[in-house]
């Protein structure tokens, strides 16, 4: 059974730190693209942050220079470390897995999500 288990979120003041964990089983982790995805209130989800198996990292644009993506293989955990955070990265922050499974299927696996807030 695969589990994807965030953890960090918060409240924050603008300008503020946070770091999200992400703590997954059930998969081959070391193969698995990971990443962090987000929903503001009203918003579709949209991509954060993404990190390949071979550690490649590509960021949405609104939040490059802020936030950093990293990984663990031996902890199968990923990391979001959040920096000079702004009113709008306000939103339910979701752990995101896409892993190789046979047949050149891939399978996409999501955590319950972790709030973020930051005020003003």
């Known amino acids: 059974q695969v589990q994807l288990v965030e953890s960090g979120g918060g409240l924050v003041q603008s300008g503020g730190s946070l770091r999200l964990s992400c703590a997954a089983s059930?998969?081959?982790?070391?193969?698995?693209?990971m990443g962090w995805y987000r929903q503001a209130p009203g918003k579709e989800r949209e991509l954060a942050a993404l990190v390949t198996s071979g550690g490649n990292t590509n960021y949405a644009d609104s939040v490059k220079g802020r936030f950093t993506i990293s990984r663990d293989n031996a902890k199968n955990t990923v990391y979001l470390q959040m920096n000079n955070l702004k009113p709008e990265d306000t939103a339910v922050y979701y752990c995101?897995?896409?892993?190789?499974?046979?047949?050149?299927?891939?399978?996409?696996?999501w955590g319950q999500g972790t709030q973020v807030t930051v005020s003003s």
């Open positions: 059930g998969i081959a982790f070391r193969f698995s693209t």
């Open positions: 995101y897995c896409n892993v190789a499974a046979a047949l050149g299927v891939r399978n996409v696996y």
